[in-house]
């Protein structure tokens, strides 16, 4: 059987001609490289069919990510601490290997700010005057944010230990538990996107969410004494505002009840979409509250698969009502 030839118009191998000499693999190679060619878009004008731009580097953001989750809970989250060793000196060297990855990353995320689709759809064009400046002085804001993020977590951990009955040692909740993992990326990537840093925060929050099945975007605020229990499926919108001493359960999802569109029919990013809930409230399993108006009101208790659209007093429980359960015996369907 004949094998198939393809037209091109360049074949690095075989020179300008009709029809490739090569046959087999090879031809069909120089043939799809020159579709694929056909398909790259500029660089630096962030579309899908961009290539070859610098972007940041998932293996050392995440790299520079698991160094500080090692600076705030030494030797108890990525990397183990040897017996004997000095916490200050392992601290010190995951410091400062975090800063400078980050850094770099940085560098590479900045342009992002004026190069991004939603940047250039405002005129946002302008460029920094000096990158590597600029990305020293966040990644410097970020390390000096640190002792503060690890207060808050001290405070997750014991709403941890506190909120659930079955957890016997701080170190289990640490060592063990998604919902503090998946709280731990969220304050290092929610001081970065405070610090407006393109792209790098939502690849920890999406780093975070494959590995627990937690899903916070890193510009959601979140107060004090945060526990989520369980946590599969839980879902945390980007311009959430979370209280103090808030509890949640698994597959709770604080959402957008719908996207207003703009002249064009695209949505309108710049409002905020997603609930907020005030202090010490607590949402149980499956419980789904959407719409940026809706409060839910201090030491309210919102109950298991209850969908909310609207706000809520303080102090208020919600269920869901005219739920019938039926049991019957199974010898009763014989």
């Given amino acids: 059987m004949d094998e198939q030839r393809y037209p091109l ?21 120089c043939y799809v490289v020159e579709r694929l060619n056909e398909s790259f878009g500029v660089a630096g004008i962030d579309t899908p069919e961009e290539v070859g731009t610098p972007v940041p580097s998932r293996r050392r953001v995440l790299e520079a990510l698991h ?34 990855l980050l850094r770099l990353e940085i560098a590479r995320a900045l342009p992002f700010r004026w190069t991004g689709a939603y940047a250039r759809s405002k005129g946002d064009e302008a460029g920094e005057a000096d990158v590597a400046e600029t990305a020293a002085l966040l990644a410097n804001q970020m390390m000096a944010a640190i002792p503060d993020v690890r207060e808050l977590l001290v405070l997750d951990v014991q709403a941890a230990y506190y909120g659930d009955p079955a957890a016997h040692t ?11 993992q998946a709280i731990t990326v969220h304050r290092i990537a929610h001081v970065l996107y405070e610090l407006d840093v393109p792209v790098i925060p939502r690849m920890m929050s999406e780093w975070a969410h494959s590995e ?12 004090r004494s945060f526990f989520i229990d369980h946590g599969t499926g839980v879902v945390i919108g980007e311009t959430c505002e979370i209280g103090d ?3 949640l359960y698994q597959g709770v999802t604080l959402g957008a009840k719908s996207f207003p569109l703009d002249e064009h029919g695209n949505p309108i990013k710049d409002i905020k979409r997603h ?3 005030e202090d010490d409230v607590i949402v149980y399993a499956g419980a789904t509250i959407l719409g940026g108006d809706v409060v839910i009101g201090r030491g309210s208790v919102i109950g298991s698969n209850v969908w909310l659209v609207e706000s809520v007093q303080p102090g208020s429980t919600v269920t869901q009502s005219d739920v019938k359960v039926r049991v019957r015996r199974n010898q009763d369907t014989q």
């Fill in 245 to 247: 001493n808030v509890k």
């Fill in 275 to 277: 609930p907020t809930l």
């Fill in 212 to 223: 627990t099945g937690i899903d916070i975007h890193p510009g959601a605020r979140i107060g």
């Fill in 170 to 180: 701080y170190a289990e909740i640490i060592l063990s538990y998604p919902g503090l």
């Fill in 67 to 100: 160094c500080y989750m090692d600076v705030l809970f030494p030797g108890r989250m990525a990397t183990e601490l040897e017996r004997g060793a000095s916490t200050e000196g392992f601290v010190q060297e995951r410091l400062a290997r975090g800063y400078r």
């Fill in 9 to 29: 118009r360049r074949c690095e191998t075989c020179d300008a001609r009709d029809v490739c000499a090569c046959r087999g693999p090879a031809q069909l190679s």
